[in-house]
T-cell receptor, first 114, second 115 residues
Framework: AQSVTQLDSHVSVSEGTPVLLRCNYS??????LFWYVQHPNKGLQLLLK??????LVKGINGFEAEFKKSETSFHLTKPSAHMSDAAEYFC????????????FGSGTRLQVQP | EAGVTQFPSHSVIEKGQTVTLRCDPI?????LYWYRRVMGKEIKFLLH????????ESGMPNNRFLAERTGGTYSTLKVQPAELEDSGVYFC?????????????FGPGTRLLVL
């Protein structure tokens, strides 16, 4: 079985400071990992995805994530937070098996203080 | 290119009534998925269509939920009769291929409130 754990339900940072959103996964197979973001009253938007090509993945809006197999982690980072980054972030996993269902983490709500 | 669209954006109904949600995937996407987020819980997979066929319906909670995709284009998700615990946000997503690395593109969701 696969699962995803987002270690923080809420993260608060000041504008201009680094962002770290933590995600650990559990999988018996080779996973594909994604980060999605949901801004208030909007749909889910893909930030980035890991597909085994490179362990450090760059996404949109300055976000990046590093796949660490030894730690089964896929943490999301950004060097400098912007007010517009305030949203809910989801770590997502899918497996290289027959099923294409995405498994979502519980979400981390990012608050950016001025 | 138009994204995934969902209708309605919001629905408020009473317990026991019927509600039908609609999803229009991105044109050319054979794969269509339904997910939902019940209040305070995680986003959960409901089912997956490949064209008009149900590929995986392991996430459907019970037989009050009926999903269709006639003609392999848009899909509907009917809840009949609706119960209080069905309240939440229902998301639709679509993708072009069955590659597990393929991005699933999500719609804005339908917010369902059952009173």
């Amino acid at each position: 079985a696969q699962s995803v754990t987002q270690l923080d339900s809420h993260v608060s940072v000041s504008e201009g400071t680094p962002v770290l959103l933590r995600c650990n996964y559990s999988s018996s197979y080779s996973p594909s990992l994604f980060w999605y973001v949901q801004h208030p009253n909007k749909g889910l938007q893909l930030l980035l995805k890991y597909t085994s090509a490179a362990t450090l993945v760059k996404g949109i809006n300055g976000f990046e994530a590093e796949f660490k197999k030894s730690e089964t982690s896929f943490h999301l980072t950004k060097p400098s937070a912007h007010m517009s980054d305030a949203a809910e972030y989801f770590c997502v996993v899918t497996l290289d098996t027959g099923r294409r269902a995405l498994t979502f983490g519980s979400g981390t709500r990012l608050q950016v203080q001025p | 290119e138009a994204g995934v669209t969902q209708f309605p954006s919001h629905s408020v109904i009473e317990k026991g009534q019927t509600v039908t949600l609609r999803c229009d995937p991105i044109s050319g996407h054979d794969n269509l998925y339904w997910y939902r987020r019940v209040m305070g819980k995680e986003i959960k997979f409901l089912l997956h269509f490949v064209k008009e066929s149900k590929q995986d319906e392991s996430g459907m909670p019970n037989n009050r939920f009926l999903a269709e995709r006639t003609g392999g284009t848009y899909s509907t998700l009917k809840v009949q009769p609706a119960e209080l615990e069905d309240s939440g946000v229902y998301f639709c997503a679509s993708s072009q291929s069955l590659n597990p690395q393929e991005t699933q593109y999500f719609g804005p969701g339908t917010r369902l409130l059952v009173l």
